[in-house]
């Protein structure tokens, strides 16, 4: 655990080949980042008002299943460069960032739905 906060272990070029533990869990998270865009990819066909919300959704699961498999690649390979470790880091930050837009997206749902009732509730007036 102490060899995580180290400056070595981050920013070595050519750091090695992942234990056979950590490969596990890599493929582990791929194969749920593509189970999972199966998933709502079957879900988003009759989303609704949701439909957005899933595109968005649908999309960080297929774009991090690619570039997860794609960094596996290269760890896997040993490439001196594309396997250094702090490629997993931005990996991590980019998705967090990436789930906090999806995050606000989805808190804009409710208002729309709001918009949408009062609209129906109006039209039901009209001729």
């Known amino acids: 655990m102490t060899n995580l906060l180290t400056w070595d272990f981050?920013?070595?070029?050519?750091?090695?080949?992942l234990t056979p533990l950590n490969q596990k869990i890599f493929i582990g998270?791929?194969?749920?980042?593509?189970?999972?865009?199966?998933?709502?990819l079957i879900i988003k066909r009759n989303g609704?008002?949701?439909r957005g919300f899933?595109?968005?959704?649908?999309?960080?699961?297929?774009?991090?299943?690619?570039i997860g498999s794609i960094i596996f690649f290269f760890n896997y390979e040993l490439v001196p460069?594309?396997?250094?470790?702090?490629w997993?880091?931005?990996?991590?930050?980019a998705m967090l960032a990436w789930l906090v837009f999806i995050l606000k997206r989805l808190s804009?749902?409710?208002?729309h739905k709001k918009e949408l009732e009062?609209?129906?509730?109006?039209?039901?007036?009209?001729p």
């Open 10 to 17: 981050w920013f070595n070029l050519n750091p090695g080949a």
């Open 29 to 40: 998270l791929i194969i749920a980042f593509v189970a999972l865009t199966i998933f709502v």
């Open 48 to 50: 609704g008002i949701y």
């Open 54 to 66: 899933l595109n968005s959704l649908y999309s960080f699961y297929l774009g991090n299943a690619i």
């Open 81 to 86: 460069f594309f396997s250094a470790r702090f």
């Open 88 to 93: 997993l880091a931005i990996w991590l930050i």
């Open 108 to 111: 804009v749902i409710p208002k």
């Open 118 to 126: 009062e609209a129906k509730e109006i039209n039901k007036y009209l």
